[in-house]
């Protein structure tokens, strides 16, 4: 922790005070060094827009943000593509200070304002869950696509409860019985895999989906998704890693199997789905803590299993009310 001068806003740029954060796998990747970043991270966040000198009329709007900053002028950004434009910054990932701080410099034109209905503690999970939207912009999914989520920690249920409105035949595959209980709450399949066989795994699963997104978190687990998936069927990976991952590409050949990336989506979109309760974040949330608190927070988002750490900044001090019900709760 450390005290900073409150951010420039010139230029474009809007004064947000932050509402809450919430801690990413992405976070603790940078902390081991992904991406080199130094400085204020923090992505996913709700916050209060104090000052925006060439957009007044957004004072006082709550919003969440859209973390990739183009350049403007390159032939990416031309075509409204920020999220791919190779001199871009991206809020609390590259080159720029993000939320994790009481105050963020956020370009105007990366604000997203938040509908009255919508909660703060639900709004936090814009950007993740946009990132899970992802894949139904990305792959035709049918009614009935088979789809496999492997990993059952915060991406792989949010990709799960995503994916769970694009078809009717969607598994998830965890090891955590609490959090796979998550998405058979919403009705869909699930296998803990820790109670099955490696063998009768094998003879259940090998080859039978079409699509399966790998959201483990372990760079290595492309090569596990290459079994579950069906010949010319496609691998969506979404796991970033500080580490290189080694992957068998005779399999993908063999079988003419589709590896795709997938990382960020339309917030805008991810907000409209949890506004109107199409998909619902909240049982994701282990815990909230106070900002003065951020450094047992982060460790506690680095305890193996972990769902999503929240940081609320109310002024005032104390304990969010739904860090009070939590532990009034255990
Ligand atoms: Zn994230
Ligand atoms: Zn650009």
């Known amino acids: 922790m450390a005290d900073v001068p409150p951010p420039d806003i010139s230029g474009a740029d809007a004064l947000v005070k932050v509402l809450m954060a919430g801690i990413c796998a992405t976070d603790i990747e940078l902390y081991k060094g992904y991406q080199n970043f130094q400085g204020i991270p ?7 827009v104090e000052e925006a000198p060439q957009a007044p009329e957004l004072v006082g709007k709550r919003v969440t943000v859209d973390i990739n900053i ?3 002028k390159c032939l990416r950004c031309q075509i409204g593509d920020a999220r791919h434009c190779p001199l871009r910054r991206a809020l609390g990932i590259r080159d720029k200070d993000g939320g994790f701080a009481d105050y963020c410099a956020v370009p105007i034109e990366n604000l997203r304002v938040l509908p009255e209905g919508l909660e703060t503690i639900d709004a936090v999970f814009a950007e993740p869950l946009a ?3 992802q894949i139904a912009q990305q792959v035709h999914i049918r009614h009935n696509t088979k789809i496999a989520v492997m990993g059952d920690g915060k991406m792989g249920l949010l990709c799960a409860l995503a994916l769970n409105h694009y078809t009717s035949d969607l598994t998830l595959l965890g090891r955590h019985p ?4 998550i998405a058979a709450g919403e009705n869909i399949s699930t296998i803990n895999v820790s109670e099955v066989s490696p063998e009768a795994l094998k003879q259940r699963l090998r080859g039978a989906f079409d699509v399966v997104v790998e959201a483990t978190g372990n760079p290595e687990a492309v090569n596990q998704a290459a ?10 990976a979404k796991t970033t890693s500080h580490r290189p991952s080694e992957i068998n590409l005779a399999e ?9 990336g997938s990382r960020c989506g339309d917030i805008g979109f991810a907000v409209k789905c949890l506004a ?8 994701l949330v282990e815990s909230v803590y106070p900002f003065a608190d951020f450094a047992r927070a982060f460790e506690h988002a680095m ?8 940081v609320a900044f109310e002024s005032g001090g104390g304990l969010h009310p739904l860090q009070q019900a939590l532990d009034g709760g255990s």
Do not use: M, Q, Y
Not at 42 to 48: D, L, T
Not at 253 to 260: A, K, M, S
Not at 276 to 283: C, L, V
């Open 276 to 283: 109107n309760r199409w998909i619902h974040a909240a049982p």
């Open 131 to 133: 990132a899970a939207l």
């Open 178 to 181: 609490e959090k796979l209980g």
């Open 42 to 48: 923090g992505h996913e966040f709700v916050g209060r």
């Open 252 to 260: 993908l050949v063999v079988d003419e199997i589709t590896l795709l």
């Open 70 to 72: 183009g350049c403007g």
């Open 303 to 310: 305890t193996p299993g972990s769902l999503k750490i929240l």
């Open 227 to 236: 079994k579950l998936v069906a010949p010319e069927g496609t691998i969506v």
